[in-house]
């Protein structure tokens, strides 16, 4: 209830309907009440918070991955803030509420460094051998670069990852993998970061790999 100390001219305190009366250093205002938001789950909403929650299972076996990997975008937000807003606006396709995750769009890691070039990946053994051409020398390139390996498994919400792989110069590396991955898809990824972690290279998606 609201209460007139002036009369039926003054100002007054308190809640009248859908106003709010008081005072603030001495002059009287009025403001009035913010209205309840009657569906907090728009479809807009509803759409976001979808994306939202495919690019997070997604990323968040690869969080301390990404502090690496996106360690050159972390302005204003967190590496992994910033891996998160970059897949949600280039990475999802579909429409709602069949949104899906493109693998191939994706970015574990990102930056201006010369990326792997004619990179693959291919299973042996229950492991992953990660090959690249030795580009070094090729603009940015250096032979001390070290490999940023990531192999994601969304089954099982998992993720096998390497900031410090083999130099640029060894054109390979092996990644062996738990013995319950067998059967499972893997998405593989290869990056490059400079020996002394300034520099970054985006990464190359290798494809979806079955473990046999």
Do not use: C
């Amino acid at each position: 209830m609201g209460t007139i100390k002036k009369g039926i001219l003054g100002g007054f305190s308190g809640k009248v309907g859908t106003v709010v009366g008081g005072s603030w250093k001495g002059i009287s205002y009025m403001r009035s009440l913010p209205q309840k938001v009657k569906n907090p789950r728009t479809v807009g909403q509803v759409s976001q918070r979808t994306k939202f929650a495919l690019a997070l299972a997604l990323l968040k076996p690869i969080t301390g991955f990404l502090r690496t990997g996106w360690k050159l975008y972390a302005h204003r937000q967190s590496p992994f803030n910033a891996a998160m807003s970059y897949t949600l606006a280039n990475a999802i396709s579909g429409a709602y509420p069949d949104y899906e995750i493109d693998p191939s769009k994706v970015l574990v890691s990102r930056g201006a460094l010369t990326s792997a070039a004619n990179a693959s990946a291919d299973v042996e053994n229950g492991s992953i051998v990660f090959a690249w051409d030795d580009n070094s020398g090729v603009n940015s390139a250096k032979q001390t670069d070290k490999a940023l390996i990531a192999v994601l498994n969304p089954a099982k919400g998992e993720a096998i990852t390497d900031t410090a792989g083999t130099e640029r110069t060894a054109g390979t590396q092996t990644v062996a993998l738990p013995a319950d991955w067998s059967g499972d898809e893997v998405h593989a990824y290869l990056g490059f970061i400079s020996e002394d972690g300034k520099e970054v290279a985006n990464s190359a998606y290798l494809g979806a790999v079955e473990i046999a």
